[in-house]
């Protein structure tokens, strides 16, 4: 769903700079790894292709909606629950553990390792969890990819409390007492290929690390298991990405192949699939006190290190509890 | 959706009305509750809130819920305060020197949630039926435990001043 931004930046609409979609998707892609140089897309046939990225990008910037955390509306959550535990209890058989181990009240950053394509069923799974156990009067954003809130139909998430991942927009949550949740594989690791489904894969992106120091918050990871057998995801078709400009139109840097229900052979997952009905199971683990456990002034990488190490070895551990896929 | 379970127990309703208002011993025999916590200051008693879930599904389902009838030996029902709609009794009667007739009633709900509210409650009321059920022996089970164990203690200690 959402990669964790890295830096400040100039604010137009939704957190994001001025020059959209483009500009976000240099920020984190530059700290991620994965990146272009900024307007680099103008290159090459020059004039004509740059106009019409630079058109698209707008036209994609201006859809996504402008950040309002008060858009999250408790009654319109408390609504939708008995749906939610509907397709969390009976489809995906979901089992949350843990959920003592988010702090009782304050500002939290919830750091998860996402699956299941566009699809996300950890994400459902865990969402209704949360609402249940902490109830709905405590404040939850989760943060999102710009193309997830820009598409038609899906402003419905912004009432769960959904944002557009901007550094912004952490803060305003963080600084609200919210609990945060971020997935900082974002695109990259939710399409990963399905025997690379325990795998937790977030591109090198340290971006929430520094946020949570930015803002002192506590860690808490949440891992997850399951979400990769909703479909036989192939390949996250990166190079196909970069072919088709995809990665400084709409920060995507996959364009994934897999083969999903009801498509058959399901290239970019746009329209999303009928996932498949794969046990779900989720793990909170004890919370991350950064500068109690690292010093005053830890150091990013170590602290990535340490963060990836434990969410591996609980998605190894949730793994060997799983007989069978799908049926769990 | 309304669910409840009753049973009679061997014991004196004061004996059942300690086990149940006491929020240290909820956990004890409430199957299926994962929490039950006091807010605040008042332990017990009308104004009382506890923070309670219950595990249904995939969820830990429940809120913080206010005690509004406290009528001693006889009667406690609480309504949530947050989380999901719900209302709850214990009744307390006694049926003859020593025995106890005890109900457990629980309506539970999402106002507004429509079709998928009214099945989603149809279906979940097996499981809260079980563990109202269960609740129910488990108590039984603990309150004449602890009469034969104090019973037992008296006995002993009887013995051993003569």
Known sequence: MAEAPTAPQDHARNGHRKEGLNGSAAATGAESGHGEKPGSGGAGLAGLAGKALGAITGALGNRIPVADLDERDPDFIRERLPGLWLLSSLYFRGEVRGLGNIPERGPVLMVGNHSGGNVTPDTHVFTLAFCAYFGVERRFYQLAHNLVLSMPGLGILRKFGTVAASPDNMRKALESDAALLVYPGGDYEVHRPSWEGNRVDFGGRKGFIRQALRHDVPLVPVVSIGGQQTALFLSRGEALARALALDKMFRLKVLPISLAVPWGLNVGDMLGHVPLPAKITIEVLPPIHLREEFGADPDVDEVYDHVLRLMQETLDALASERRYPVIG | ?162
């Not at chain 2, 009838?69 to 709609?85: C, H, K, P």
């Not at chain 2, 049926?95 to 998928?116: D, K, P």
Request: aromatic share 6%.
């Open chain 2, 1 to 162: 959706m309304r669910v409840a379970g009753q049973i009679d127990i061997a014991a004196s309703p004061e004996q059942v009305w300690e086990f149940i208002t006491d929020p240290e011993r909820v956990l004890h025999f409430m199957s299926g509750i994962t929490r039950w916590e006091v807010e605040g200051q008042q332990a017990t008693g009308c104004g009382a809130r506890y923070r309670m879930l219950m595990r249904v599904g995939s969820a830990e389902v429940g809120g913080t819920v206010e005690v509004v009838e406290y009528d001693e030996l006889r009667d406690m029902a609480w309504n949530s305060v947050t989380g999901v709609d719900q209302r709850g009794r214990w009744r307390v009667r006694e049926r003859a020197a020593g025995r106890t007739h005890v109900e457990f009633r629980l309506s539970y709900g999402v106002a507004g949630a429509g079709i998928l509210g009214y099945v989603s409650e149809r279906l979940s009321a097996p499981t809260v039926q079980n563990n109202i059920r269960r609740s129910l022996q488990q108590l039984k089970r603990a309150v004449e435990h602890e009469q034969l164990r104090r019973a037992a203690a008296e006995r002993r200690s009887a013995r051993a001043s003569a």
